[in-house]
């Protein structure tokens, strides 16, 4: 089998090829353009190990050339698993029109490509952002009043929708995923369990946004990935979407305590304003993916972060 996977040198992206490349046979074929949102170093070092496999393809091309897409990638796929994205809410604020252009225009081609080159099935990263400022907790996905406050959400809303006019016109299947703050070894550095054990180990102040009351919903990247493999073997709508998280939140004080105590050590913290286009709270209800996909997320955020902080250390001590 034949899988193409975009933003394969991403955090998400990465450690998924990686467990591709350990548990199954299939043909895996990545491309990233590197984007400049953080370090071109952080995400050759995700995929170093990758190019030892003989069933490995690496390409760099930017999903919003169509021209070069098409040129370069040629096979056909069996799947494509869609994972390039400008990422993180925030600067999306700052630089909406890029966010589009990757997010949704990015999007349209790969579809378009996913239908010259045979594809069967399209798995695409969403996000539970695009749920936005509604209070109706846990979220399930029969809402769909979204209330989006960040043209980051706003871009996957459109992606999931592109996604669903693609299945019902050319019946290629389509399934999105709605990823719960995902954390865990190769974290994207500007989200906040990175950033706080770097600050923290640095002894560096950290800056929690707020009055520490805001939560996430945190989902550890095993867990994540045990929800994109079932996706292979789903099959019975051809268009879906699907909450993965983990169905518990946690505020950004028991966050930081949580941290505390892995770390053994005190934080120093500086409050600041609570940012635009920041969610109070995220809450997944996964009981459609736990049915469907037999989705059951096994870490708990202590031992995710322990998991976390083994890997940040390694990691430090390689440089
Ligand atoms: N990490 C999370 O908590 C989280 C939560 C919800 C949704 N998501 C979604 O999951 C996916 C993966 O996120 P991640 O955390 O691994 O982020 P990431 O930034 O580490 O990975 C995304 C990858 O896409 C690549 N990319 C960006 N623009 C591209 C383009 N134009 N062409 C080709 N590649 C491009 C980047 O270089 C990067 O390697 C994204 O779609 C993201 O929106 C992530």
């Avoid at 999105?176 to 703050?181: D, G, H, S, W």
């Avoid at 919903?217 to 994540?224: A, E, F, H, L, Q």
Wanted: charged share 20%.
């Amino acid at each position: 089998m034949n899988i193409l996977i975009t933003g394969g040198a991403g955090f998400i992206g990465s450690n998924l090829i990686d467990f591709l490349l350990d548990n199954t046979n299939y043909n895996i074929i990545s491309i990233d353009n590197f984007d400049n949102f953080y370090s071109k170093k952080h995400k050759l070092d995700n995929i170093k190990n990758q190019f030892n496999y003989k069933n490995f393809k690496f390409y760099e091309i930017d999903i919003t050339n169509k021209d070069i897409l098409f040129a370069k990638l040629t096979e056909n796929y069996d799947v494509i698993i869609h994972l390039a994205a400008k990422a993180g809410v925030r600067p999306s604020i700052l630089n909406p029109i890029a966010y589009i252009k990757t997010n949704v225009e990015g999007t349209q081609n790969i579809l378009d490509l996913a239908k010259s080159r045979k594809t069967k099935k399209v798995i695409s990263a969403s996000s539970s952002s695009i749920y936005g400022d509604i209070e109706q907790f846990p979220w399930n996905e029969g809402i769909s009043n979204f209330n989006p406050i960040s043209p980051y959400a706003v871009s996957k809303i459109a992606g999931e929708n592109l996604g669903k006019v693609f299945s019902n016109l050319y019946n290629i299947q389509y399934v999105a995923l709605r990823f719960f703050t995902v954390y865990g070894p190769r974290q994207r550095p500007d989200l906040a369990i990175r950033k706080f054990i770097d600050s923290i180990e640095k002894n560096k102040t950290i800056s929690l946004f707020g009055d520490g009351t805001s939560s996430r919903d945190y989902t550890y990247i095993d867990d994540i990935l045990s929800g994109v493999v079932a996706c292979l073997d789903y099959e019975k709508k051809s268009f879906d979407v699907f909450n993965l998280g983990n169905n518990y939140s946690v505020s950004l004080f028991n966050l930081v305590k949580t941290i505390e105590q892995v770390l053994n050590k005190k934080a120093k913290i500086e409050f600041l304003p609570f940012q635009k286009g920041d969610l109070k709270h995220t809450l997944s209800n996964i009981s459609k993916a736990n049915i469907e996909l037999n989705y059951a997320p096994q870490t708990s955020l202590k031992e995710g972060i322990e998991k976390f902080y083994n890997w940040y250390k390694q990691a430090n001590n390689a440089k």
